[in-house]
């Protein structure tokens, strides 16, 4: 295994930086591999256009009949392209995207071969519900599920190597109706929150008729050369690096952030770019993230339901680009340890169909009102869901990530700036009891006059904090950077519609009894500064104080997957996700089996490859490196020198014996623990033994002395250290 590892060091010395043309105009490519609406009116009929575009704009359901004249154009757009496959893209359970490619090439009865794609195979299609997870919904010999076509999201070209296959986005559900997948529920969960939310919209502008959520994500990435990455089993069959003791120089000096990109790293990224400019993913940003080898790109905000799309395809095309590169890229929340993690933060706002940003202020006391309202209410809803935002972000791998090296911790708490908590203050202070009309003139000018248009530069940042508030939207910044986006805005976005529904709720009973609607407003305003206050938190979320704070407080701090997975089907989340009709009780408690699983899984192979690499690798080195120890203590006895002279050698012998017996043991009581864990039969209990006994118990204590052997063995040791080969892209 040796030779395997400084090959892999002399291969990448002959590495260059892979060549990409393309455009000098991001314009001229923007799009090129998407049927928009521009390219749909190209290729269909007025009647057909007018149908998908009341479709995406409106909601509107499309006919079979024209859906027969949709898949028409479709194919004959494709074709241009020189595309012959079609494909149902759609986001199961997996946490990755799921397609089959058909291909439009058909025979008839009397042997003739035709090109065709109609409406039914557009709308929808049968893939195998029994072998995607499905939380018990769906038994193997059940094996009927639907995909259904998703009008909201524009089909496109994906290109694979030298293919071309026309992708169509779905959502997809069992045979008895139950969502299988991480779309639909995000979609249903946008129609709750622009019903809630236009009505609340209506108390300040009438004709508000859509809001929608926006999203801009930032997706970050570590990229190591493919050589390094094939001969670490861990990073292959896990995702990060399970052995390893840590180099002299890491990210300490911070001469990483923000400088230049490597060569190779800058010809990978403007080629990820290019072909996701090509499918209409736009793009913005590009840097050197803290870490050695950490990257981070952002696009445009865009809607919710198209940017989910977005980054989930992004993920995809990142890594069949890297592989062109023989580079890597890892999206694990923490490959490497003892540097920054990588996370997905996600930027969330609101906007109506007039142009407005609901998290933006305005310039007058009504739209400042408004802002408030939103404002509050978004702070109210993160207070009172915390417990099921936290389960919208729980993995296994954001387990490692959360409270550490820039990322927030498992506490969920909103920063606001202190420029916000004043006016929040004040607003808490001045609405008491009745107001007069001398009160409510001093208010609106209150409103007019503290709160500015623009508040981008008067709130700081705070990357300790897990939900913040950064001028025109909120950054959830504890979402992992493997995560699908649409689970956490699927959260989001059901919990800020229950709670608008409250909001006006309680405004229109104080407007019944009599009290202006402003006054009205300012006083629920005030009942939910006072009812969330406890949520907000401008300080270090690193400190110990600050958890002992919480704990105070009252805000929980559930550190680990399996337990926070809890508050996704307590009695709150049932009704919270009934109540706006985005998921059922069987659905909630099927995703909670399938997150349950899916986290005992992924720890089951890191312990599994923990204990492959120790008993191969490891402890072969070891007493390699005994043997030979052994051998030199017998020469040096045997040419007549005195005992002194292999004291140390002895002294080091002892030591790697103590080591190899210690891990020797470990790995087979993990063993053990790991049986063990598998005969019980509760998800739940299976998954908190795999957290508390197998991972907790275990895992830390097999690396300690996997690193004290390193130390002792050296080069002798199969193992590169923990992100030593991530240095080399220089």
Request: charged share 25%.
């Amino acid at each position: 295994m040796e030779s395997l590892r400084f090959k892999a060091i002399n291969d990448l010395t002959n590495q260059n930086g892979q060549d990409v043309e393309g455009s000098t105009k991001i314009t001229g490519i923007f799009g090129e591999n998407v049927f928009t609406l521009k390219t749909a009116r190209e290729f269909l009929s007025d009647e057909a256009y007018k149908s998908l575009n009341a479709s995406i704009k409106g909601g509107k359901k499309i006919d079979r009949a024209m859906a027969n004249q949709i898949a028409a154009g479709l194919r004959q757009w494709a074709e241009t392209k020189g595309v012959t496959h079609y494909t149902h893209w759609f986001q199961p359970l997996t946490g990755t995207t799921a397609e089959k490619h058909d291909s439009f090439f058909t025979l008839k009865g009397d042997g003739t071969a035709l090109e065709t794609f109609d409406g039914d195979a557009l709308i929808q299609q049968e893939p195998d519900a029994s072998s995607f997870p499905s939380g018990g919904i769906r038994a193997t010999f059940e094996a009927r599920g639907y995909t259904a076509w998703d009008p909201s999201s524009p089909a496109f070209i994906m290109e694979i190597g030298q293919g071309k296959t026309l992708c169509i986005p779905t959502i997809f559900v069992s045979y008895t109706g139950e969502t299988l997948d991480y779309k639909a529920p995000l979609l249903k969960s946008l129609e709750a929150l622009n019903k809630a939310a236009v009505e609340v919209c209506h108390y300040f502008d009438k004709n508000v008729t859509k809001v929608n959520a926006t999203l801009g994500w930032e997706q970050e990435y570590f990229v190591i050369d493919e050589a390094f990455f094939n001969a670490r089993p861990d990073l292959v069959l896990g995702g990060r690096t399970v052995f390893g003791h840590s180099p002299a120089k890491g990210q300490q000096l911070e001469d990483h952030y923000f400088g230049a990109i490597p060569d190779r790293i800058y010809a990978f990224m403007r080629d990820f770019e290019q072909e996701s400019y090509k499918l209409g993913i736009p793009l913005r940003t590009r840097h050197n993230e803290v870490a050695p080898a950490q990257f981070e790109c952002a696009p445009i905000f865009e809607e919710v339901s198209v940017a989910v799309d977005h980054n989930t395809l992004l993920m995809d095309v990142m890594d069949r680009v890297a592989r062109r590169h023989k580079l890597r890229a890892l999206l694990h929340e923490k490959p490497f340890a003892g540097i920054n993690g990588s996370g997905k933060h996600n930027n969330w706002s609101m906007a109506t169909d007039t142009g407005i940003n609901l998290l933006a202020p305005g310039k007058t006391p009504k739209t400042n009102l408004m802002f408030l309202t939103f404002f509050v209410n978004t702070i109210k809803a993160v207070f009172d869901y915390s417990d099921i935002l936290r389960a919208s972000i729980a993995s296994a791998g954001n387990d490692h990530r959360l409270g550490a090296n820039e990322a927030p911790p498992a506490i969920i708490s909103v920063f606001i700036g202190q420029y916000l908590y004043k006016v929040l203050n004040d607003v808490k202070e001045r609405v008491g009891g009745k107001f007069d009309e001398q009160d409510e003139a001093i208010l609106k000018l209150d409103l007019h006059r503290s709160i500015p248009e623009l508040l981008l530069d008067n709130t700081d940042r705070n990357r300790t904090s897990p939900f913040a508030f950064t001028g025109n939207k909120f950054e959830f910044r504890a979402v992992g950077s493997t995560a699908n986006c649409a689970n956490p805005m699927t959260t989001l976005n059901t919990i800020m519609a229950e709670t608008l529904k409250k909001f006006k709720k309680d405004v229109d009973t104080l407007i019944e009894k009599g009290e202006k609607k402003e006054i009205a407003i300012m006083h629920v305003i005030r009942e939910y500064i006072v009812a969330s206050e406890k949520v907000l938190f401008e300080g270090d979320g690193y400190s110990d104080e600050w958890h002992q704070e919480a704990e105070k407080r009252g805000l929980p701090n559930v550190r680990t997957t399996p337990k926070a997975l809890d508050a996704m089907v307590n009695d709150k989340a049932k009704q919270l996700f009934e109540s706006n009709h985005v998921l059922t009780h069987v659905e909630l408690e099927a995703r909670h089996e399938i997150e349950l699983e899916k986290y005992i899984k992924k720890v089951q192979i890191e312990a599994r490859v923990m204990g492959e690499l120790a008993t191969s690798h490891i402890l072969p080195a070891a007493i390699k490196y005994q043997n030979e120890l052994i051998a030199n203590i017998k020469g040096l006895k045997e040419v007549g020198l005195p005992e002194t002279a292999s004291a140390n050698q002895k002294q080091i012998l002892t030591k790697v014996s103590e080591h190899v017996n210690k891990m020797s043991e470990l790995v087979e009581k993990m063993i053990q623990a790991r049986k063990k864990a598998n005969a019980i039969g509760d998800t739940r209990e299976k998954a908190i033994a795999y957290c508390d006994t197998i991972k907790e118990a275990y895992f830390d204590q097999i690396r300690y002395h996997a690193d004290k052997l390193e130390l002792l063995v050296g080069d002798e040791y199969w193992l590169l250290p923990k992100y030593r080969e991530m240095l080399f892209l220089r």
